[in-house]
């Protein structure tokens, strides 16, 4: 059986970032760069004040106090026509370049406006030295420098950067599109009560969910009967996205006929079983047509197995194709805050929540009723990864923890 470290390679070994596409910089939230972006400017464009105050010579305030005579006012926004000569200063806001001859900036707080014409004002600052209260021209960034790389999630941040730099376009990789199929007799949909022997769909609703928050559009595809004509009707329709994810079907029980329908319709199986528990069941092929290859995940259909194979293969998956780095894992090493015992011949991914305690966070393990129990896993904000084997593990103990 396939290790889950070797089982992500052949996932991420067939799923080919989407080609760019150009667009406007302020709809490339949740999307990745797939270009490095270059400022057009120094950043701050001038040497800037960065408080309100008197542009001064540190020189003239090297005795602590002085009266210089204030020779203009400057505002952001304004240029200063006058350079600042021993025993003068400018009257400064805030973002505004600083004059010629200044090379430090004095609070407004910690001067006095004198009475008379021309204006003078006594400054008395602690301690004045080069510099001081001034952000130097291209401190931030240089003209020419790269200062978003392709492959970057564009968040609110990146959005700002992208219009400090001038970009009103960028290229960015689309969201691919996710078709969710659920299979199963059993199924009804969550408007329905269930008669004896029915469950509601809930793999549907969050798979769909779990696409979007992973940055890929979802289709959903609704439920299909484990029947083989209905099963592959909606197959070939999921076959024409980047990504068919179905849930159900993939284990060794009569109905499971999701990996025969989807090898007939041409979708070649890479692997079928992990060693992973909750999970093993996990089917995975790939259909290529034409230009396109479509990936295909068979995730088994117990709820908490379908969002463990999730989060360990379809997501990064999507961010491969979105364009970004899909080797960043969300894995973190804490202390376990109880005891466990391990045992079997797979890993086990644990629900569990993270907690912050005075000498840093641990990790407690959920109650756990096994891969049907999704309920539990509503006070859960990651996976304790638990390696197969036999072991005690005792509390405080160091484990590593997939975040959710
Ligand atoms: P299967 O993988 O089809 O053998 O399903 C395993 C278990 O998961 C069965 O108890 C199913 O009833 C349950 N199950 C399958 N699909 C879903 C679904 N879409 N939503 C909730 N439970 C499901
Ligand atoms: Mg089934």
Same mark, same amino acid.
């Given at each position: 059986?396939?290790? =889950? ?23 490339? /939230?949740?999307?990745? $760069? ?73 609070? &407004?707080?910690?001067?006095? /406006? ?6 003078? &004002? ?15 021209? #291209? ?38 599109? &996710? ?26 609703? /969050? ?14 595809? #609704? ?24 849930? #159900?079907? =993939?284990? /060794? ?25 909750? #999970? ?27 969002? &463990? ?56 393990? $959920? ?6 129990? $999704? ?30």
């Amino acid at each position: 059986m396939l290790e =889950v470290e070797q089982a992500l390679l052949q996932v991420l070994e067939r799923a080919a970032p989407k080609p760019p596409v150009r667009m406007n910089a302020a709809d490339a /939230m949740g999307l990745a $760069l797939a270009e490095d972006v270059a400022s057009d400017i120094d950043s701050p464009p001038y040497d800037k004040a960065l408080m309100d105050g008197y542009a001064v010579r540190a020189a003239d305030l090297a005795g602590g106090e002085a009266e210089l005579a204030v020779i203009e006012e400057v505002t952001a926004g304004a240029v200063p026509t006058r350079s600042v000569q021993e025993g003068e200063a400018v009257r400064i806001m805030t973002g505004a370049p600083i004059p010629e001859g200044a090379d430090a900036v004095v609070m &407004v707080e910690q001067s006095e /406006m004198l009475e008379g014409e021309p204006p003078r &004002v006594r400054l008395r600052p602690p301690r004045v030295s080069p510099g001081k209260n001034i952000l130097p021209q #291209g401190r931030s960034m240089r003209r020419g420098e790269v200062v978003l790389h392709a492959g970057t999630d564009v968040r609110p941040i990146e959005v700002g950067l992208l219009a400090e730099v001038g970009r009103t376009e960028v290229l960015t990789r689309p969201r691919p599109t &996710v078709a969710v199929l659920s299979t199963g007799d059993e199924l009804v949909s969550a408007d329905h009560t269930p008669e004896p022997g029915q469950i509601r769909n809930s793999n549907g609703p /969050m798979l769909c969910a779990f696409v979007r928050h992973a940055g890929g559009a979802a289709v959903d595809l #609704g439920i299909a009967r484990d029947r083989e004509e209905e099963l592959r009707a909606k197959v070939e329709r999921g076959l024409d996205e980047d990504v068919l994810v179905l849930s #159900g079907g =993939v284990s /060794m029980g009569v109905a499971d006929l999701v990996p025969k329908v989807l090898r007939e319709a041409g979708v070649e199986q890479v692997f079928h079983k992990v060693r992973l528990k909750p #999970g093993k069941p996990l089917w995975f092929g790939a259909a290529a047509r034409g230009e396109r290859t479509t990936l295909v995940f068979g995730l088994p259909g117990n709820p908490v197995s379908s969002l &463990v194979c999730f989060e360990l293969f379809v997501r990064p998956a999507i961010a491969q194709l979105a364009g970004r780095d899909a080797s960043r894992r969300p894995i973190r090493r804490v202390r376990l805050a109880g005891e466990f015992r391990q045992q079997g011949d797979r890993p086990v991914y644990h629900p569990a929540f993270l907690r912050d305690e005075e000498h840093g966070a641990v990790v407690e393990l $959920l109650n756990w009723q096994g891969s049907a129990d $999704l309920r539990t896993l509503a006070d859960a904000d990651c996976l304790v990864i638990f390696p197969a084997g036999e072991k005690h593990y005792s509390e405080g103990e160091q484990v590593a923890v997939h975040l959710l």
